[in-house]
Structures are given as C-alpha cells and as structure tokens.
C-alpha cells in the first residue's frame, strides 16, 4: 500500500497553469497507476487523467484534454499533472490516487488516496 502526498496547488487567474505533483512512500511504487481525480462543491468526484504504472497508457477525462498533461518520474516516486489554460470549472480539490498497473476500472479501485490539493481558478 502507498502513501500519497498532492502539492502545487492554488489560486490561479483563468488562463494561467498549475502543475500538481503527488508524490508517493511505500513498496513497489512502478507497479502502480496513478489517477488524478477532482471534487468540486456540490459535485460528485471525478476522474481527471491517469497513468499505467509503466506510463505507456495515459488518460484524459474529455473536459481536459488538450489542456491538462499526466507524467510520471518513477526515481522520484512522482507523478505530475500539468494543468494549462485554466478554465473557473476547474476549481476543485484534486486527489490523486493508486491502483495495480493499469487505469481501468473505477474509482473504488483505487486503494490510496492523498489528502487533497486546492485548486482555484478565478480572475
């Protein structure tokens, strides 16, 4: 089981670009996908993007690609989520999160999860 720490979060006017690291402690850190998730007030947690363990396999929830990118640095036991062209609906708390290998599946698939990091985008 892995431990998840999120940072790079904060108030950013739209238009402008984060980058979200979450960076992991424990056993066998390669063997694990990576998956951001978001929550906003009122809403239901959603999926955002993730990584196989390998990073061959990446994925984007429709609503980010081409603006939002997920990386991984497996000597760093990190995993990035560059965040550019911020849009006011992306403001939420942003999770990441761990599952064997590969991204599919759900979000109760995920076994770890980190504490959350604030994102806020308003001008």
């Known amino acids: 089981q892995l431990q998840l720490v999120e940072s790079g979060g904060g108030l950013v006017q739209p238009g402008g670009s984060l980058r979200l690291s979450c960076t992991a402690s424990g056993f066998s850190f390669q063997n694990y996908a990576i998956g951001w998730f978001r929550q906003a007030p009122g809403k239901e947690r959603e999926g955002v993007s993730c990584?196989?363990?390998?990073?061959?396999?990446?994925n984007y929830a429709d609503s980010v690609k081409g603006r939002f990118t997920i990386s991984r640095d497996n000597a760093k036991n990190t995993v990035y989520l560059q965040m550019n062209s911020l849009k006011s609906e992306d403001t939420a708390v942003y999770y990441c999160?761990?599952?064997?290998?590969?991204?599919?599946?759900?979000?109760?698939?995920?076994?770890?999860w980190g504490q959350g990091t604030q994102v806020t985008v308003s001008s």
């Open positions: 990584i196989s363990s390998t990073g061959g396999s990446l």
């Open positions: 999160a761990a599952k064997r290998y590969y991204c599919s599946g759900s979000k109760t698939d995920f076994a770890s």
